[in-house]
């Protein structure tokens, strides 16, 4: 037999034999498997090969642990961990890629991404089928969840796009400043306007997760501190931890959770702080979650002014009304605001006299200021909703821009203009 990886030795180990169920495995790959059962102790005790094309089905217990590992390759292919409910896995080999793949759709989507540090060990989750086994059993609770609506996944044939990165930086380096992977994944070129980054982190940390909205990207720590280990489902009807993680922090990356939403915490913001069986719930959420218990807060609710994820382009099939958080509309307009450069007429010079000017917004759509310096660099400085004023410090001869996102989500401009000492007001 070839000699074999395990991920996560300890967690992947069997616990318990009290409750009887069955696991069917389906090679769909082209080289044989070797099926392994891993004991109480973490040992696998090799069971049967697996032919190319062919199914077996296994009388195991609940919390059995399995793994495939390819015959002639020795690569990790499958593991399952069998539920009370009989489930298939199966074993196929995915072709890895280092690069983003062509897009299957056009519009906002989430792509998911296996990150490696420079010394880390690789598990190969991103081809053995692990991480999109995870997707769409995240996927599928929430469209459980939204009567129907999924989140859009940036797919190659059909199947999540998963981009394997190894960073330069270390473990260690990572460890003591997790913006490293952002930084270095902005260097990559993964830092497209449309898309969220679902960052599967195969490294230490002291937390389990976090996601971003201003940054487009949620990401878990798969060796986090505080984490319970390796409990990735093989099942796609039945989301286990990570999946729940996972979810969590792309909804914050979403844009949930508003601060206008009535049940808002206020320890903990992006979080909700009224029912305990909420995923966003400000302390651990308590099974079975929910997705916006009440339909009042961040999915549903169906409020004006107020983010509402029915209405967000990330969604599959697209809502018929489309709405964007403010914190994501910037983030569109920062990341293609260069688009705009030969647009830009005003520059500022020498700066004169101190004054400070007014603008209103007199438009039904979210304007956003921003200050152009001697080098024709802009700056984001505020926000402007509907029917919003805002008083500006500048001096004379200070360039500005108001810009917006117009129906296809791209930014445009609306004004530009430079201060004069005796113009106190700019109205849109």
């Known amino acids: 037999m070839p000699s074999m990886l395990i991920p996560y030795e300890f967690e992947s180990r069997s616990r318990r034999g009290d409750v009887a169920t069955t696991l069917t495995f389906v090679n769909d790959g082209d080289e044989p498997g070797e099926i392994y059962w891993i004991d109480y102790d973490g040992q696998p005790r090799h069971y049967r090969t697996l032919a190319a094309t062919e199914t077996w089905r296994v009388s195991t217990w609940a919390t059995h642990a399995w793994v495939v590992v390819g015959a002639n390759s020795g690569q990790f292919l499958a593991r399952a961990i069998a539920s009370e409910a009989p489930h298939t896995v199966r074993v196929s080999k995915i072709e890895r890629t280092r690069v983003d793949r062509p897009d299957e759709q056009n519009g906002f989507q989430i792509q998911p991404l296996y990150v490696l540090p420079a010394d880390g060990t690789d598990h190969y989750l991103d081809v053995n089928g692990t991480l999109a086994t995870s997707i769409t059993a995240w996927n599928n609770w929430f469209a459980e969840q939204t009567d129907g609506f999924r989140l859009r996944i940036d797919t190659y044939n059909g199947h999540p796009d998963i981009v394997f990165v190894r960073l330069t930086s270390t473990a260690a380096e990572i460890r003591e400043n997790t913006h490293c992977i952002h930084q270095e994944l902005q260097s990559l070129g993964l830092n497209q306007p449309n898309k969220i980054y679902a960052v599967y982190y195969d490294g230490p940390n002291a937390i389990c997760g976090d996601g971003s909205m201003m940054k487009a990207i949620g990401t878990v720590y798969l060796e986090g501190e505080l984490c319970p280990g390796n409990l990735f489902t093989s099942d796609e009807n039945h989301p286990g931890y990570w999946e729940f993680v996972m979810l969590h922090e792309l909804l914050h990356a979403l844009g949930c959770v508003p601060d206008c939403a009535p049940n808002a915490s206020h320890d903990r913001p992006g979080h909700v702080d009224d029912h305990p069986q909420d995923i966003m719930y400000y302390r651990s959420a308590t099974h079975p979650l929910i997705l916006d218990a009440g339909r009042d807060d961040y999915y549903g609710h169906g409020r004006r002014g107020c983010f509402d994820l029915a209405r967000s382009p990330f969604l599959d099939p697209l809502p018929d009304e489309i709405d964007l958080p ?103």
């Open 326 to 428: 403010v914190t994501w509309q910037l983030h569109q307009i920062r990341t293609q605001l260069s688009a705009l450069s030969s647009q830009v007429t005003v520059t500022t010079t020498a700066a004169g006299a101190e004054m400070r000017l007014t603008v209103v917004n007199q438009s039904e759509d979210d304007l956003f200021l921003f200050f152009v310096n001697e080098r024709s660099e802009a700056s984001y400085y505020a926000h402007l909703a509907p029917g919003a004023a805002h008083d500006q410090h500048t001096f004379a001869n200070h360039a500005w821009v108001l810009a917006k996102l117009d129906v296809n989500q791209r930014p445009s401009l609306v004004r530009q203009f430079v201060a004069a000492p005796n113009v106190h007001q700019i109205t849109v």
